[in-house]
Nanobody, 125 residues
């Protein structure tokens, strides 16, 4: 399984971006998928997840109501739509996937087997 993340860039506060994570080697619908981010000097942080089962979605409190994860099975791609961006959203964003993430443990990045290369999001104030 390979993941290819894209869509990062520079945006002003309040702006929007859509990140994409293209999956190859396996149908994305068979994977639990998530987005994590790493800001300079900070630990990897959970952003959101979309699970195999019924496409249930979960979000970090810091992004709830602003970010939306979706899955397009026909394109084998998962998206992270980010609205109302803030400077504190600045980070490298990584998509991750796993075949069987416990639904109570989706925030634990170590459980995900596959990772994309990361895409940089910079939000200017």
């Amino acid at each position: 399984v390979q993941l290819q993340a894209s869509g990062g860039g520079l945006v002003q506060t309040g702006g929007s971006l859509r990140l994409s994570c293209a999956v190859s080697g396996r149908p994305s619908s068979t994977l639990d998928m998530a987005w994590f981010r790493e800001a300079p000097g900070k630990e990897r942080e959970f952003v959101g997840a979309i699970m195999r089962s019924a496409d249930d979605t979960y979000y970090a409190d810091s992004v709830k109501g602003r970010f939306t994860i979706s899955r397009d099975s026909a394109k084998n791609t998962v998206y992270l739509r980010m609205n109302s961006l803030k400077p504190e959203d600045t980070a490298v964003y990584y998509c991750a996937a796993g075949p069987d993430i416990p639904p109570w443990d989706y925030k634990r990045w170590r459980l995900y087997n596959y990772w994309g290369q990361g895409t940089l999001v910079t939000v200017s104030s």
